[in-house]
């Protein structure tokens, strides 16, 4: 079973280095390989799930926060996802319907408390977390990628407003930034770098976890809006901040839920 299990994960990878570019896939695998998790590239597949039901699915990966924006657990409960009836083609049907400012926050959380829930003595809730673990990986290196907290393009931002110049900064910068860490890996100095920038973080329950969101979210929106006045890339060290931020919240989620 275990066998089937990887090669289905190895396929998937295939297909997604195929249809994306490298750092996404590369800089969540290092992430969730830093944590500790046993196929990292694994944690590449939330993006390739996106793509099956785009507009539902893709509020999952940011939260386009107001420029002035300060994360709290009171703030991240305010954007969720809520459960609406729709007809179609004479079908009554339920779906979970994300907040239209992105809901990454919430998905971590939601996440969070599935993994903690399960009994993993039995066989299929092992298979449920593993599922989870590299979901929840994924997410949480959304967090610390500072554009994914920030206004995007034309779209609303949390506070309802729409803001056109940080808007049109993201939108041409963004794959800039999912790029920029790309020419670190591997590197010793940039490894010896991260591994001092790692902090600890104990996490027993859903609002230790709220705070630690709010803390990574607050750093990437100071980032972003810093890069934005200044029109510029993330410096190394604002990335090895964000990455460790990453690699740090993961590793006490694995040891809280495992």
């Known amino acids: ?52 039901n785009y507009e539902l699915l893709a509020p999952m990966h940011y939260h386009n926060a107001a420029p002035n924006t300060v994360v709290t657990p009171e703030y991240i409960d305010k954007y969720a996802v809520k459960e609406v009836t729709v007809n179609i083609d004479g079908r009554t049907i339920k779906i979970l319907l994300p907040h239209q400012a992105g809901v990454l926050y919430w998905k971590i959380v939601n996440l969070y408390e599935k993994m ?95 705070n630690e969101i709010s803390k990574i979210a607050n750093s990437a929106i100071k980032i972003a809006n810093q890069c934005y006045k200044e029109k510029r890339m993330p410096t190394e060290e604002e990335l090895i901040e964000q990455i460790s931020w990453s690699v740090s919240l993961l590793k006490a989620v694995i040891k809280s839920t495992y």
Request: one cysteine or more.
């Open 116 to 210: 903690k829930s399960l009994d993993k003595t039995k066989p299929d809730n092992r298979l449920s977390y593993e599922y989870y673990l590299v979901t929840i990986a994924h997410y949480i290196g959304d967090l610390s990628q500072p554009l994914h907290n920030f206004p995007y393009s034309d779209s609303s931002a949390s506070d309802g407003k729409i803001y056109i110049d940080e808007g049109a900064f993201n939108k041409e910068y963004h794959i800039k930034f999912d790029e920029a860490f790309d020419s670190y890996i591997g590197k010793p100095q940039t490894e010896e770098k991260l591994n001092k920038a790692l902090k600890e973080i104990k996490i027993s329950n859903t609002e230790n976890l709220k």
């Open 1 to 52: 079973m275990r066998r089937i299990i990887n090669y289905t994960i190895f396929l998937l990878i295939l297909i997604f280095y195929s249809y994306a570019n490298a750092w996404d896939c590369k800089t969540h695998a290092y992430i969730a390989q830093k944590a500790g998790i046993r196929i990292p590239e694994a944690a590449c597949m939330p993006d390739i799930i996106r793509d099956e």
